[in-house]
Nanobody, 116 residues
Framework: QVQLVESGGGLVQAGGSLRLSCQVS????????LGWYRQAPGKQRELVAL???????NYADSVKGRFTISRDNAKNTVNLQMNSLKPEDTAVYYC??????????WGQGTQVTVSS
């Protein structure tokens, strides 16, 4: 079973940057992709960025050019560098793993708040 623990959220002014990190532990066998989703109050959870085991990444249109997802295989982390943050980026950000056993495993979430 894969466990996911996020860190790095917080409060930042518009235009600022934050880096989220997700520590991945447990069995890595069968992981197809790791990524980040977010959920703002009153809205559905949405994909932010995803990176496959092969290294391909994809992003939501709203974050392209501002956010970068990366994997550190030595540290077993998946990271999200968020630049040029906007108030509409405010949400709880969840680390996500897609495995051959479970299409969606989730971390506990970390709050990101961007003030205008």
């Amino acid at each position: 079973q894969v466990q996911l623990v996020e860190s790095g959220g917080g409060l930042v002014q518009a235009g600022g940057s934050l880096r989220l990190s997700c520590q991945v532990s447990g069995s890595f066998f069968g992981i197809n992709a790791l990524g980040w989703y977010r959920q703002a109050p009153g809205k559905q959870r949405e994909l932010v960025a995803l990176i496959t085991t092969g290294g391909r990444s994809n992003y939501a249109d709203s974050v392209k050019g501002r956010f970068t997802i990366s994997r550190d295989n030595a540290k077993n982390t998946v990271n999200l560098q968020m630049n040029s943050l906007k108030p509409e980026d405010t949400a709880v950000y969840y680390c996500n793993a897609k495995t051959i056993y479970n299409p969606n495993l989730w971390g506990q979430g970390t709050q990101v708040t961007v003030s205008s």
